[in-house]
């Protein structure tokens, strides 16, 4: 099973980022979606998660409005696109998969994970 998650870089604040994660190796269409970040010294946090039609994103409060996560079940792929980026957002930036009805917010029922890709945002 891979993830390979790309799309990282550096931006300015208010810019924009696409992240994508293209999986391999399971059954895509039938795992939840979410990316998870963590800034240097701080906690893996959850950003965002998306059902396995597509039909229902959900965000965490402080990207809900900037961060759409979208999914192509034809393609194997998610996306995150981050819009109005601010330095907070600054992080390794992670998708993972999840065999079950949402995605575990704290990661703890994550099946699979990918290395991530690094966000910088500069003020």
């Known amino acids: 099973v891979q993830l390979q998650a790309s799309g990282g870089g550096l931006v300015q604040a208010g810019g924009s980022l696409r992240l994508s994660c293209v999986v391999s190796g399971l059954p895509f269409s039938s795992y939840v979606m979410g990316w998870f970040r963590q800034a240097p010294g701080k906690e893996r946090e959850f950003v965002a998660g998306?059902?396995?039609?597509?039909?229902?994103?959900y965000y965490r409060d402080s990207v809900k409005g900037r961060f759409t996560i979208s999914r192509d079940n034809a393609k194997n792929t998610v996306y995150l696109l981050m819009n109005i980026l601010k330095p907070e957002d600054t992080a390794v930036y992670y998708c993972a998969a999840e065999k079950g009805p949402v995605i575990s917010t704290y990661g703890y029922g994550v099946d699979y994970w990918g290395k991530g890709t690094l966000v910088t945002v500069s003020s």
């Open positions: 998306i059902n396995v039609s597509g039909s229902r994103p």
